[in-house]
């Protein structure tokens, strides 16, 4: 299978502040995703991002194919923000997601 | 257009017992997915269905673990004589085109 690895596992943040996550996979993939599992345990789609840059709202991800990684960016981040941010990637299409271990996020006001 | 939907959210059930998991994809939607979240990991995948059909059971175990998606109704999750072990939180995603997946809330399964 894939490997992806999530960094950095845990992230604390002022109310306000500006957030980089980063996901490496360990080969080629044809789909990407990025998601927000709230702290009530559901899973909210942030983005399907296979290649390229996409935004909504204070979120943007930009996956760069080539060099096996993507990056979720939160801007002037809020309480509601907090909860572990998944990335999943698929390498042959139609079948199974490989999912990341996480980052922990948790924004202070 | 409703999201996916999962039921019971939440199952009670003691050791051997059996348990049942209901998934319905969104409208439209003919690819279903099962995962399993342990405390504090990521999802693991178990199985991948199309309506009548398992496409891909690698990340399911071998025994007591089972999966349909019938032509009409939900999908269906059945573990048999469950054990401790088996306590999770199950989610089920659908997709319209095998790429994007969709979530359900889960279920989340306590084994006494």
């Known amino acids: 299978g894939i490997q992806v690895e999530q960094s950095p596992p845990d992230l604390i943040l002022q109310e306000g502040a500006n957030s980089t996550l980063r996901c490496n996979f360990s080969?080629?993939?044809?789909?990407l995703q990025w998601f927000h599992q709230n702290p009530w345990g559901q899973l909210i789609n942030l983005f399907y991002?296979?290649?390229g840059t996409k935004q909504n709202g204070r979120l943007s991800a930009t996956t760069v194919a080539t060099e096996r990684y993507s990056l979720l960016y939160i801007s002037s981040s809020q309480t509601t923000d907090s909860g572990v941010y998944f990335c999943a990637v698929d390498k042959d299409t139609g079948n199974q997601f490989y999912f990341g271990t996480g980052t922990s996020l948790t924004v202070i006001p | 257009n409703a999201g996916v939907m999962q039921n019971p959210r939440h199952l009670v059930r003691r050791r051997g017992q059996e348990a049942r998991l209901r998934c319905s994809p969104m409208k439209g939607h003919s690819h279903v997915y099962w995962y399993r979240q342990l405390p504090e990991e990521g999802l693991k995948f178990m199985v991948y269905l199309q309506k009548e059909n398992i496409i891909d059971e690698s990340g399911m175990p071998k025994e007591r673990f089972s999966a349909e998606f019938p032509k009409e109704g939900p999908s269906i999750l059945r573990i048999q004589q469950v054990v401790r072990g088996d306590s999770a939180a199950y989610f089920c995603?659908?997709?319209?085109?095998?790429?994007?997946?969709?979530f359900g809330p889960g279920t989340r399964l306590t084994v006494l």
């Open positions: 995603a659908s997709s319209p085109t095998s790429r994007e997946q969709f």
């Open positions: 991002i296979p290649s």
């Open positions: 080969d080629s993939v044809n789909n």
